[in-house]
Nanobody, 115 residues
Framework: QVQLVESGGGLVEAGGSLRLSCAAS????????MAWYRQAPGKQRELVAV???????VYADSVKGRFTISRDNAKNTVYLQMNSLKPEDTAVYYC?????????WGRGTQVTVSS
């Protein structure tokens, strides 16, 4: 059974940075697609960034130029470097990986940006 475990969330002041990590365990196969989503209170979950294996990354307009997604296939790990954070980035951030055609989700990590 595949498990995704996120880390790196926390409380930061506006303008600060955080780096999220998400590691997959329980599979010997590398994820085809790795992504980060987020869900703010009272809002729907939204895609933040996605990095397909061997393809170009795609970002939500709201984070372009501030966030960078990267992956380490050897470790089956995906990262999200978040710079110039804004209060509106406050949300629970979820890791998502498609492995062997199956979609897997992490439990989420809270990111809170104070103004």
């Amino acid at each position: 059974q595949v498990q995704l475990v996120e880390s790196g969330g926390g409380l930061v002041e506006a303008g600060g940075s955080l780096r999220l990590s998400c590691a997959a365990s329980g599979s010997s196969f590398s994820a085809n697609v790795m992504a980060w989503y987020r869900q703010a209170p009272g809002k729907q979950r939204e895609l933040v960034a996605v990095i397909p294996n061997g393809s170009k990354s795609v970002y939500a307009d709201s984070v372009k130029g501030r966030f960078t997604i990267s992956r380490d296939n050897a470790k089956n790990t995906v990262y999200l470097q978040m710079n110039s954070l804004k209060p509106e980035d406050t949300a629970v951030y979820y890791c998502n990986m498609v492995i062997q055609g199956y979609e897997n989700w992490g439990r989420g990590t809270q990111v809170t940006v104070s103004s």
